[in-house]
């Protein structure tokens, strides 16, 4: 009963969006000038967002990736985007932002497919086809998540995407002074020096207002004079703003003490009357601000916005986290890791030695952007480098790529260089798809907050991970070699060395790792094991690479049979690090449970198991081919 009230509610919000078009009074509002003012000004100011402070800089390309896959714009900074919905809502209304690629979706809301925007609707489109469609979407909303087909998971996803959308226009409107007073004398009895003026700014008027509104009703309409329809207007105009105070997405206001743990609030939060003298105080600091960049006295909003900013009592890490995401480390790797890859080909084809050189600077160019992306997230955040699902796999790749550079470094054969970009681009990619969920620097889940460890177990596990990856990397290799280049012994047996060095450190990492989760279980959850599916999981490597080593110690596997092995390896990590998740049971269910991630893990794992299985027939065929000429010569 509780949610269906809840859908209601949002339904009624909604609706007052779509009505909003209508007043005249928004459309005077004025819109942020970029090229008058530096609206970077906001990238630094602390906000507090599903937990964690961060500038509003991260929270700006968040939510823009939550509606267009995108952190930025074709014309604008996410700043600059998130400024302008906030300061003129009814234009950002209008702008296309919203990317829904299942053209199903478009349909069901009655909105045309628009091919030339590349499947991205405005908040207009939207709203209007949730209001042409709202006993349809009353209905998926009521019905229970697993029972919903994908199409109506989305439309779902979209209702709320455009909920927190319309929250985040409406953020501001409190503050500014967009409200107008058609009747001097009424500006003059109210206190006012404008006609204009901002929700704020008529709290203390509330009772002065109530006074009018009685004597108005005791009035007979047909004696209204202009300040009686003065009244009525302001009283109209108010009760529409009003339907904006659910919308408190942007705690921007402080708390009295320790800002890091105490609840920060919204500026719409103060109609409720609960903000300290401390609180207040922000708030009008923060109105002035919006008052004079509402009138265009960007002189004067630029000075005291900054004094705003200083007064705030949290500034650690703001800056620097600004700057990590505008220097893009991750992307910039990325595209230097395709350049490898690119340089490698070149030189296969020309055997030039110094494109050779140019790929191995460019893969540690990568390797350097990469690993200092990794740091600075740790420093932001006060946190070893991994916590979550996003982070581990960043931080697999690192591994890989560091593997990569030692075998190239002690080999000179382009395998390690190999190795470096092709796991770079791969897991880039990956990092990439689930960095579009949300804020990557979130907070962690409880039994994850200790640092000790993250910092032991997590780490050791997950370089575990990419070190096993790093021996099914070699293992393909060895496939490939011996079935394309079979009398080149001396690199085979060079590619086979290689693979056991690395099935035997990523042994040691994957069992250490394995034993310290255990010791943490233990203390988290008072049992050393408890046949939890992610505990499970980190056995199944283990025990698949002890399985490996035993069949080369006794005969069994060598070679080919080895190599196949360590591709195979490469499924078992998918379905410990990934496969886990989809389970949605366990008490290590912390990543994300799509149903594409289990589609991605079973091409995946039928990918590598023809790999595995072809490569090893056809090698095998092939010796028997060769021994049978031996034979025939003979």
Request: charged share 15%; with cysteine; aromatic share 12%.
């Amino acid at each position: 009963m509780k949610y269906t009230l809840k859908i209601v509610l949002m339904f009624s919000l909604l609706s007052v969006a779509l009505s909003g078009h209508t007043l005249q009074a928004q459309e005077n509002i004025a819109s942020p000038a970029s090229d008058t003012v530096d609206i970077d000004i906001f990238a630094n100011i602390v906000i507090q967002h599903e937990g964690r402070l961060k500038p509003l800089d991260t929270f700006a390309r968040n939510q823009l990736l939550l509606f267009s896959e995108k952190s930025s714009l074709k014309n604008k900074s996410a700043i600059e985007w998130l400024i302008g919905s906030m300061f003129d809502p009814f234009t950002a209304f209008n702008e296309k932002i919203f990317k829904i690629r299942n053209n199903k979706v478009v349909e069901a809301l009655g909105i045309e497919v628009d091919l030339v925007n590349k499947h991205t609707y405005s908040f207009s489109q939207i709203i209007e086809g949730i209001e042409s469609n709202r006993d349809m979407l009353q209905k998926i909303l009521i019905k229970p998540q697993a029972e919903r087909e994908p199409t109506e998971k989305q439309l779902a996803a979209l209702y709320f995407k455009s909920f927190a959308f319309l929250d985040i226009c409406r953020s501001f409107t409190c503050l500014i002074p967009d409200i107008p007073i058609d009747n001097p004398e009424l500006v003059q009895e109210l206190g006012f020096d404008r006609n204009q003026v901002s929700m704020y700014d008529f709290l203390p008027k509330t009772a002065k207002l109530r006074q009018l509104l009685i004597q108005l009703n005791e009035k007979d309409s047909n004696s209204f004079t202009e300040k009686d329809k003065a009244i009525q207007n302001l009283q109209f105009y108010l009760s529409k703003k009003l339907g904006d105070q659910e919308s408190i997405v942007l705690k921007i206001i402080p708390p009295d003490s320790d800002p890091v743990n105490n609840q920060w609030v919204a500026p719409w939060e103060h109609v409720n009357g609960n903000f300290t003298d401390t609180q207040l105080a922000y708030l009008a600091d923060l109105q002035t601000c919006v008052t004079n960049f509402h009138f265009k006295n960007y002189e004067k909003f630029e000075t005291q916005l900054n004094a705003f900013k200083s007064s705030i009592p949290y500034k650690k890490n703001i800056d620097l986290e600004v700057l990590f995401y505008k220097l893009d480390l991750f992307t910039w790797s990325l595209a230097l890791y395709i350049l490898t890859f690119l340089l490698l080909l070149i030189y296969w084809l020309s055997g030039k030695k110094f494109i050779f050189g140019l790929s191995v600077t460019t893969v540690s160019l990568s390797a350097i952007l990469h690993v200092t992306g990794i740091i600075l997230r740790m420093i932001i955040r006060n946190r070893p480098p991994v916590s979550t699902l996003y982070e581990s796999i960043i931080f697999v790749g690192a591994v890989i790529v560091i593997f990569g550079l030692i075998i190239e470094w002690r080999q000179r054969n382009t395998l390690g260089t190999f190795l470096a970009c092709s796991a770079g681009v791969i897991l880039q990619f990956i990092g990439i798809k689930f960095s579009i969920e949300g804020d990557t620097m979130g907070m962690l889940v409880a039994v994850l907050d200790s640092n000790f460890w993250l910092s032991t177990h997590v780490v050791t596990i997950v370089i575990g991970y990419g070190t096993t990856f790093v021996a099914g990397l070699i293992g393909h290799a060895y496939l490939a070699i011996a079935i394309f280049k079979p009398g080149n012994k001396k690199l085979i047996d060079l590619m086979y060395k290689n693979a056991v060095g690395a099935t035997l450190v990523s042994l040691f990492f994957t069992t250490l790792g394995t034993i310290l989760g255990g010791i943490w279980a233990d203390q988290s959850w008072g049992r050393f094991w408890g046949w939890d599916p992610k505990e499970n999981g980190a056995m199944l490597i283990v025990l698949w690479l002890l399985m490996l080593t035993h069949g080369r110690l006794t005969g069994i596997l060598r070679g080919p049979g080895f190599a196949a092995g360590l591709v195979l390896g490469n499924i078992c990590v998918a379905l410990a690090w990934f496969g886990v998740n989809l389970l949605s049971v366990g008490l290590h269910n912390y990543g994300f449970t799509e149903s594409q991630i289990g589609l991605n893990i079973l091409i995946f794992s039928i990918i590598e198991i023809s790999i595995a299985f072809v490569g090893f027939i056809v090698i095998k065929l092939n010796e028997t081919t060769q021994k049978s000429n031996l034979t025939t010569q003979t």
